[in-house]
């Protein structure tokens, strides 16, 4: 059990027998009347994001969830397999659990799971990803008409908008929560 005075991002709630985690949260002191916490939490299984008012100093119950530093081995039809650096057991995630971060999966790179119950509840990424691109068309001279962007094809498959300097072959850097192009990465 916690207070409301102990809410944080990332923490997850147990309420109403489902889990959820904060995604937002502010402490509010209005000039009348007791203080409250208004938050944003997200169901930890279906993805659902609603905002939820406490009040300040309410008790609020907590789920143990155990967050793993995992690797990314192969894609296994559908799932996903990862190996806990730790103790190398391997573990089963659904594409269901692994959502778009798939886009941004590749051998060998660590993520943090996070259990409840041994049951695996989400995936998080490193904020960047460093990936190759496997193709992208040309740049020539003077073509503007793409306002100095054109779509690039990474290892995963993903299209992401790149500079028009930039050339098939080259590493660069993608932010996964936007999967957006950063900047190009020199070996």
Known sequence: MATTNDLKNGLVLKLDNQLWQVVEFQHVKPGKGP?????????VLSGKTVDRTFNAGVKVETATVDRRDMTYL???GADFVFMDDDTYEQVMITAEIVGDAKNFLIENQRAVVAF?????LFL???ASVIMQITH???WLQGNRSSAGTKPAT??????VQVPLFVEEGEKIKVDTRSG????????
């Open 136 to 138: 992208t068309e040309p």
């Open 35 to 43: 203080a409250f916490v208004r938050t944003k939490i997200k169901n």
């Open 124 to 126: 998080e990424l490193p």
């Open 74 to 76: 192969y894609q296994d």
């Open 154 to 159: 990474v290892e995963t498959g993903y299209e």
């Open 116 to 120: 409840h119950d041994d049951q695996v």
């Open 180 to 187: 957006d192009y950063i900047s190009r990465v020199k070996e």
